[in-house]
Nanobody, 122 residues
Framework: QVQLVESGGGLVQAGGSLRLSCAASGRAFSTYNMGWFRQAPGKEREFVAAIRWIRSSTIYADSVKGRFTISRDNAKNTLYLQMDSLSPEDTAVYYC???????????????WGQGTQVTVSS
């Protein structure tokens, strides 16, 4: 069992930056693929970025590529999402999640955090 708790959300102006953190319980954190997803009002939850447990290889949605950076610190059981050049379109609740399956398939993620709100003003 893995419990995930996100933090770092908030209100930021367009062009600004935020860094999200996701603290994980349990000793198996390093063996999970970890991902960030987001859900904007009235929209379905979508994939943002993932980092595999093997070699920490990363994958990004096209909409955030070049602006967001996912990373993990296995010693601290923590996942991060550095978000730069934010735009109002990035406004959403951001969730971290853990998977033992495919890193980009939302259905493969079995553990989810409660989410943290990110609001970008224009």
């Amino acid at each position: 069992q893995v419990q995930l708790v996100e933090s770092g959300g908030g209100l930021v102006q367009a062009g600004g930056s935020l860094r999200l953190s996701c603290a994980a319980s349990g000793r198996a954190f390093s063996t999970y693929n970890m991902g960030w997803f987001r859900q904007a009002p009235g929209k379905e939850r979508e994939f943002v970025a993932a980092i595999r447990w093997i070699r920490s290889s990363t994958i990004y949605a096209d909409s955030v590529k070049g602006r967001f950076t996912i990373s993990r610190d296995n010693a601290k059981n923590t996942l991060y999402l550095q978000m730069d050049s934010l735009s109002p379109e990035d406004t959403a609740v951001y969730y971290c999640a853990a998977s033992r399956g495919a890193a980009t398939k939302q259905s493969e993620y079995v553990y989810w955090g409660q989410g943290t709100q990110v609001t970008v003003s224009s």
